[in-house]
C-alpha cells in the first residue's frame, strides 16, 4: 500500500483502507509490487528495451485497474477518491 500512495498521493489513504480489505484488491497490490520490482531491475544498462517496455505497459494497466478499483469503492461509500 505505500508503494501505492508514492505512487498517487492524491489517493487518501482512507479509501486504500477500505480496498485493503478485498481479496481482489490484494492481488493486484502484489501484482503491482512485482512488476515494479522487475521494472527496477530492469532499469539497469544493458536490459532489454523490449521486455522493458512491456513490464512497463504491463505496470500501466495495473495502475489504472488499481485506480478503477478504488473509484469504484470510494463511489460506493460516497468517499471522494481525490
Not at 8 to 26: D, G, I, M, T
Request: aromatic share 6%; glycine share 4%; proline share 4%.
Amino acid at each position: 500500500m505505500k508503494l501505492l500512495l508514492e505512487r498517487f498521493p492524491h489517493v487518501q489513504a482512507l479509501a486504500l483502507k477500505r480496498c485493503e480489505k478485498q481479496e481482489s484488491f490484494q492481488e493486484l497490490c502484489e501484482e503491482y509490487w512485482a512488476c515494479t520490482e522487475v521494472l527496477t531491475r530492469l532499469e539497469r544498462p544493458g536490459a532489454e528495451e523490449s521486455l522493458r517496455a512491456e513490464y512497463g505497459a504491463l505496470r500501466l494497466r495495473l495502475e489504472g485497474e488499481l485506480l478503477r478499483h478504488i473509484a469504484e469503492q470510494s463511489a460506493r461509500a460516497g468517499t471522494p477518491h481525490s
